[in-house]
Each structure stands twice: as structure tokens, then as C-alpha cells.
């Protein structure tokens, strides 16, 4: 069954967003034992703006879910040698005693250790370690983990040729874009996202292409805004969720840890109202039009200029690639 | 040491490759003769050499007296035939030669349908910081850190792991899973994606044109286009999807020491 996957970081969030269509929940925590000083965040989101407040917290927000699972992050793209035993360790107790459903792992060293501790099957590979073809899916199958998290940058037949039984797949649904592939960038959020300077600089690039790379980065970035109905006018899947459903797709993220509740509960509605008129058969175009009806910013909607999957318009891709 | 050439086209490998690294790194690399010759890519799957061209890559090679090493970049389901493509044209040729596998799926393929090619693990299989900014490096760097993950690369047959300079060092280890260990130079990249400013200013489309599916001009092949930002001292290079640094004289030389084989570019290439 396709669920909702929404963002959280604080236990008063859970309701609201199980009323909005949530069926399941992801957020990060810093252990207590990592230290800030000096060293990357624990889950690749600052703790002070996106994190939960602490095992206490995250112990609320697992019973506020009511059952639905709650996912916790531990999705650094690389650690400090030193951290991986304790982060391993941390890992099985969040999820033997605090009560996660599972982990978000991407550091290949981290999900190494949790296999040892018997924890694999636990384990929900992060987009960032960037699993991009069904033959990647196999090597983590192999390896034990129970989903992959399919990066953003996948096309639609790219993610259904990804499908590999025994494997549950989550795609991404609603906001916050990146303009380099996740797991093959390797700077750092802590001094603000990079990709927002790039582009301009550049020598031998014409200043026409540059406008247009900077008009795309603006629509990776949400737009810098919401309508004035509370909705983002970030990156949205949503006219793909014929295709998700018909594939079996196990899970679609909302993105967005540290925004406000209302962004949150306004992108699942959003994310709850697509689903109910693809499970009763409605296709893109409708899909499209109740968007539009529920955020606004029709014009943005036009040549796909918000769209993680912007072939849904644009059509199908040309083999001529390969 | 040992060391690998990078090139764009096949062809004579430079008497003195060492004199295309920065002045003063010279100092830092030890002396050794050039065996091998690195061809492919290890970024973006649109700019795969054509397996027609394999066998003039593999003669080059052959005729140098040097091993022939495939580079393969992380490919989606669209890019994993057409690396086998490459695979296939690259046992035909050279049944022994090696293959940088960036991506887990492709070291999949090798592993079960390629048995005589060995696989080296690429660079993008380090994951750590190469930001360019003042602040980015961590306060303290590492002696030793994934081994686990040698060691599992280790038990898979994996012949070698590879990496560039990073900011935090201990990835390539002591040596002790009997892994070779090769360090790329000049560049370490910093980001990379499907986005590609090069084609979208060649062909005028979007920068998200991936999703058409449609052939790349390979502008990127023209050369790597300087970058000049005002929060980086130095300057960068955009090479088609993939911007990449000049690596520190300081992380070269901990790096090197832990070296078996040093793979020179000729230029920064996706």
C-alpha cells in the first residue's frame, strides 16, 4: 500500500499531520554523544532547526504516530571512523527500545556496522548514498536492507526499471530540490548551500544559459516562497502518482524536516488530495488542475518548470541516449 | 609508486606526466614509471566513450606497454546496457584489463557477468568533504577510517580502492586488506549531478534535460571551463556535470604516503 512519508521534528506535528494523510514519518536526531563542535551534523540537517529535541521527544513522537512507523535518520554521507561503533550502537537502541521502525542510513561503513549488529533488514538506504539502478537495488538486497530511497534526479523509466522484488522503493513527492545529485556532493550545508553560488563565474558559458540555470535553481529552491495559501512552490511529483500506484511504489516523501507545520501539513493535503484522485482512476491532467486549485502559481506549472518528473509533460524520453 | 594516465584521447602518454601537476607538487611524488592508461568516465554516463573506440583505447594501451583501465561513473537504468556495451567491446579486446566501478550496481555486473576484468572500487565510493570554502575542514584529520568497507570490497574480489585528496584523509588505510590504493591528481571534485550547465549552454535546453533522454553534444569534451567564485580562494573547474578543485598540497602529500599508485589527469575530465 502507497503511504505519504511526512517530515517532522517536533511530537505536537504528528497529529495535525496524520489528519492531512500521513502514514508514515521520518526525522532526525543528534546522539547524545556528538558533539557539535567542530564536526558535521549527525543527519545532514542542522539539529537546532530540523532535529527532534532529544530520545524524549523522539520517544512522544513515536507515540503520537499511533502505529504509523517513524523512520529516524542517520544519513551523513561519511562519519569519523571513530563514531561508527557508537553510532551502531545508537542505532539499535533507537530502534529496540525508543522505538523507530527503521533507520535511514547512507555511509556504506555505518550500514556495514548495523549489518553486524543483525540490523540490516532495518535499514532504509538515504537518496544520498545515490542507489540509481536495479542492479544497485540487488547489491543492497544482498546486503539486507529492507528500501531503497531512489534519488530525486531519477526519471520515471528510470525509477521502474529500478524495481527489484523484495525491495520497497520511496521516491520523492513534494519540495526542496537539489541541483547536484546528493550523494556526489561533497560539500557541506554547515556554510550554506554551495549549489546556491554556482553557475555565474563561469567562463565560456553565455549569460543566457546561465539565466536559465539560475531560474532552475530558484524552482529547486522553493521558489524563496509560498503562496499566499501556506503551500510551497517547491518541486512536486505529484501528476506522477498514476505511475507510483500502478508500479506498487511503497512510500512518497514530502520533503522538509525543518520547515514550519503548516508548510508540512499544507504539502501532505496536497500530496493526500493527488492520491485520492489517482486511486479513483483520475489521471495527470486532473491531478494538474486540483494542484492548481488547492496552491496557486498555475504559470508555474506550465512547461513542467516545478516537476521532479517533468516528462509527465514533456513526454516520453527518446532512446536515442544509449 | 606506480602511475596512471588520464587522458582525453588515446595517444602518447607525455615523457613527464608530473610536469602537468601544480609547481611544487613534483616535490611530493615520488619517482616511478607510468603502467597504466585510464580511459571512460567517471561521472557521467553520456560521456562514455563509444565501444567502437575501446579497442583504439586498448591499443594505445598495448602499445605503450601499459594496462588499460576502464573508468565507469554511477548510471542509472538507462546507463547500466550501455556500460555493458562498453564491458563486452573491453573483455573482447583486453580480457584482463581493469575496470573503476564508482557505481554498486556496476561493480554488480562485473562481478557476475565480466569474472576476468578486475574491478577497482572509483572515488566516488569516499564520500567525505572536498569543499572549497575556508571552513570546511575539519578540525581533526583521520589516520584510519572504512575499513569495514575495504574489507568488504576486499571480500568481493575488488582489486584496488581508489580516491582523491579529500579533506578529511584515512580512507585508503594502512594497507592492510590488500587492497592496492590509488590516489587521483590534480583534482578532487566537489559536486557533481545529472544537471549539466555545459549542455544546456551548447544545446540550449533546460538544465534538467536528462529527462529527455536525448543524445549529449559533449561539449564538456571541448575542455573544463574556469570558475571564479568570490567565497573560494582559488579557482574551480566545471568539466560538463562535475566541478572540481585543485587538491591541497597538504592533503597530497598525507595521502600519497599511503599510495601504491597515482593516477594523473590531464586535465579535469566528468
Given amino acids: 500500500m502507497t503511504a505519504i512519508l511526512a517530515p517532522v521534528r517536533h511530537p505536537d506535528e504528528v497529529a495535525p499531520l496524520l489528519s492531512a494523510g500521513a502514514r508514515e514519518f521520518y526525522c532526525g536526531i543528534t546522539p ?15 539539529p537546532r532547526s530540523a532535529g527532534v529535541g532529544g ?26 571512523g571513530d563514531a561508527v561503533e557508537a553510532l551502531a550502537a545508537y542505532g539499535s537502541h533507537l530502534l529496540e527500545e525508543v522505538g523507530a521502525a527503521a533507520l535511514i542510513v547512507s555511509d556504506l561503513e555505518l550500514l556495514l556496522a548495523l549489518a553486524e549488529w543483525g540490523l540490516a533488514h532495518r535499514v532504509h538506504l538515504s537518496s544520498v548514498a545515490a542507489c540509481t539502478n536495479s542492479e544497485a537495488v540487488r547489491f543492497f538486497r544482498d546486503l539486507g536492507v529492507r528500501r531503497v530511497i531512489l534519488p530525486r534526479h531519477l526519471a520515471l523509466d528510470e525509477i521502474g526499471a529500478a524495481r527489484v522484488p523484495g525491495v520497497e522503493l520511496e521516491v520523492f513527492l513534494l519540495n526542496d530540490g537539489c541541483v547536484f545529485e546528493e550523494g556526489l556532493c561533497a560539500t557541506t550545508h554547515r556554510l550554506g548551500p554551495f549549489c546556491l553560488g554556482d553557475g555565474p563565474g563561469t567562463e565560456g558559458v553565455g549569460a543566457e544559459a546561465v539565466d536559465r540555470y539560475e531560474f532552475w535553481k530558484w524552482t529547486r529552491n522553493n521558489c524563496g ?21 500502478g508500479w506498487g511504489i511503497e512510500s512518497l516523501k514530502v520533503v522538509g524536516r525543518e520547515a514550519s507545520l503548516p508548510r508540512k501539513v499544507g504539502s501532505v493535503r496536497l500530496a493526500a488530495r493527488g492520491m485520492e484522485i489517482a486511486r479513483s482512476g483520475g489521471g495527470p491532467e486532473e491531478i494538474r488542475e486540483a494542484v492548481i486549485g488547492m496552491r496557486g502559481a498555475a504559470g508555474l506549472c506550465e512547461g513542467g518548470r516545478l516537476c521532479y518528473y517533468p516528462e509527465v509533460w514533456r513526454g516520453e524520453p527518446r532512446r536515442a541516449a544509449c | 609508486m606506480e602511475y596512471g594516465w588520464r587522458a ?23 619517482p616511478g614509471r607510468v603502467t597504466a592508461l585510464y580511459f571512460g568516465s567517471e561521472f557521467c554516463q553520456d560521456a562514455l566513450p563509444l565501444p567502437e573506440r ?23 537504468s538507462r546507463g547500466v546496457p550501455r556500460v555493458v556495451r562498453l564491458l563486452e567491446a573491453l ?10 566501478c564508482n ?3 556496476v561493480l554488480r555486473v562485473v562481478r557476475s557477468r565480466f569474472s576476468g576484468l578486475r574491478p577497482r572500487a572509483g572515488r566516488v565510493w569516499n564520500r567525505a568533504l572536498r569543499d572549497p570554502r575556508p571552513g570546511a575542514r575539519p578540525p581533526n584529520g583521520e589516520a584510519d577510517r572504512a575499513r569495514r568497507l575495504r574489507r568488504f570490497l576486499a571480500d568481493m574480489g575488488v582489486r584496488a580502492i581508489e580516491t582523491d585528496p579529500d579533506l578529511v584523509g584515512g580512507f585508503l588505510g594502512a594497507g592492510g586488506e590488500g587492497l592496492e590504493r590509488t590516489l587521483h591528481l590534480p583534482f578532487a571534485f566537489v559536486a557533481s549531478g545529472r544537471n549539466c550547465l555545459v549542455r544546456a549552454d551548447e544545446g540550449g535546453g533546460p538544465p534538467d534535460d536528462w529527462v529527455s533522454g536525448g543524445p549529449c553534444g559533449a561539449a564538456c569534451c571541448k575542455g573544463a571551463r574556469r570558475i571564479l567564485r568570490s567565497d573560494v580562494p582559488g579557482p574551480l573547474w566545471r568539466a560538463g556535470n562535475t566541478l572540481f578543485r585543485e587538491a591541497a598540497e597538504e592533503d597530497v602529500r598525507r595521502d600519497v604516503v599511503r599510495a601504491d599508485r597515482v593516477v594523473l589527469h590531464e586535465e579535469p575530465l566528468p
Fill in chain 1, 32 to 46: 547524545p554523544f556528538w558533539s557539535l563542535e567542530g564536526r558535521e551534523w549527525a543527519n545532514r540537517r542542522d
Fill in chain 1, 55 to 80: 530520545e524524549g521527544a523522539l520517544r512522544r513522537v513515536v507515540e503520537e504516530a499511533r502505529g504509523s512507523p517513524v523512520y529516524v535518520t542517520l544519513n551523513a554521507p561519511w562519519y569519523p
Fill in chain 1, 225 to 245: 516562497c509560498r503562496t499566499n495559501r501556506g503551500i510551497p512552490l517547491g518541486p512536486c511529483g505529484l501528476c506522477a502518482l498514476p505511475r507510483f500506484l
Fill in chain 2, 8 to 30: 582525453r584521447e588515446p595517444g602518447a602518454v607525455p615523457q613527464d606526466p608530473w610536469a602537468w601537476c601544480p609547481r611544487g607538487w613534483e616535490r611530493a611524488l615520488p
Fill in chain 2, 54 to 76: 575501446v579497442g583504439d583505447w586498448v591499443e594505445s594501451a598495448r602499445d605503450q606497454d601499459l594496462v588499460p583501465v576502464l573508468l565507469t561513473p554511477l548510471v542509472t
Fill in chain 2, 91 to 100: 573483455a573482447g579486446a583486453a580480457p584482463r584489463a581493469e575496470v573503476v
Fill in chain 2, 103 to 105: 557505481d554498486v550496481g
